[in-house]
């Protein structure tokens, strides 16, 4: 059987390269990317339509995903595994997941287990949860199989990430002045419920909104973006600018003001969830099932459609 060849970069529309510096930036900050902890919070409320209580749940980039007190708060029994990106934000998980002699929580519940991304996961979780981070991930697909190996039949998984509506008009203002994309590209939400569909799960749900974000000036729209992380496209400018060229790029983004004079960009944030669907025997002479799928298709049979 031949290896699968690795995903190609430039296709994806992102660098490794530039995602791992701006991981590197942002594991320094003082806390995750306000945008972040606002879709955590609205990724949240979602979770009041799955009845299903998860004794094991996955935080996948917790530390930038900034979601890790809502789930302490909607599971407070369920043992959290987070998993970080770089030996910095495991890092920073590490420290975030101390609790002082005082709190009782360091007495009647477990502390994380903070692992990488590259270690091997405990399977049978009934969550996985990753807010904001599949726009900055090379290969979706090897990763939702991934996801879905760790799950327990029933699991869910439940994400948000950037879409392809994401800073419509910095890229628009771009293309006119003609410079190289601001932006990596985003994946359509209808292709991600593809993905999940492919890597075994079932019951895939993607919906979108979009978040218009305002400031009083064209700074701090660019301070705001640089907290957001940084233009991983392969084929964005390379080397330093010039305080002439980001002088021209200043008074450019004054131009996307409204009547009120305060600059304004858009994100379209996309979320999903999906069941983990019970194994199914393929069809063949002889079909050789092992005791625990069996057990899971039979549970699966008999189980009802809303979870």
């Known amino acids: ?44 409320e979602r979770l009041a339509i799955v009845r299903m209580k998860p004794a094991q749940v996955i935080d996948w980039w917790s530390w930038l995903g900034g979601g890790a007190g809502l789930l302490e708060r909607a599971y407070p029994d369920a043992r959290r595994i987070v998993v970080e990106p770089t030996a910095e934000l495991r890092a920073r998980s590490e420290a975030a997941s101390t609790r002082p002699w005082w709190s009782a929580r360091r007495w009647t519940a477990a502390a994380p287990l903070v692992l990488r991304d590259t270690d091997p996961l405990p399977e049978g979780s009934q969550l996985v949860w990753a807010n904001m981070m599949l726009h900055a991930v090379v290969d979706p697909p090897a990763l ?32 006119g002045l003609g410079w190289p994309a601001p932006t990596p590209n985003f994946i359509d939400m209808h292709d991600l419920g593809d993905m999940l569909v492919h890597a075994g799960f079932a019951d895939p ?4 909104e979009v978040i218009t974000l305002q400031w009083p000036n ?42 009120d004079g305060r600059p304004s960009l858009s994100f379209e944030v996309a979320y999903g969830h999906a069941f983990r669907a019970a194994p199914r025997a393929k069809v063949a002479e002889v079909t050789n099932v092992q005791l625990d799928d069996m057990r899971a298709m039979v549970r699966g049979k008999n189980a009802k459609p809303v979870r």
């Open 1 to 44: 059987m031949s290896a699968t060849p690795a995903p190609d970069p430039s296709a994806r529309g992102l660098d490794p390269v530039a995602i791992a510096a701006v991981l590197r930036r942002l594991a320094r900050a003082s806390g995750p990317p306000w945008l972040h902890c606002e879709v955590a919070r609205r990724m949240a």
């Open 144 to 175: 939702f199989a991934r996801w879905q190996r760790a799950l327990a039949v029933d699991g869910f998984v439940m994400f948000s990430c950037l879409g392809p509506g994401t800073l419509r008009e910095l890229r628009s203002l771009y293309q």
């Open 205 to 208: 749900v993607m919906d979108q």
């Open 218 to 259: 064209a700074q701090a729209l660019l301070d705001e973006l640089r907290a957001l992380g940084g233009n991983a496209a392969p084929l964005r400018m390379s080397g330093c600018r010039t305080p002439r060229w980001r002088q021209r790029l200043l008074h450019q983004l004054e131009s996307l003001a409204g009547a």
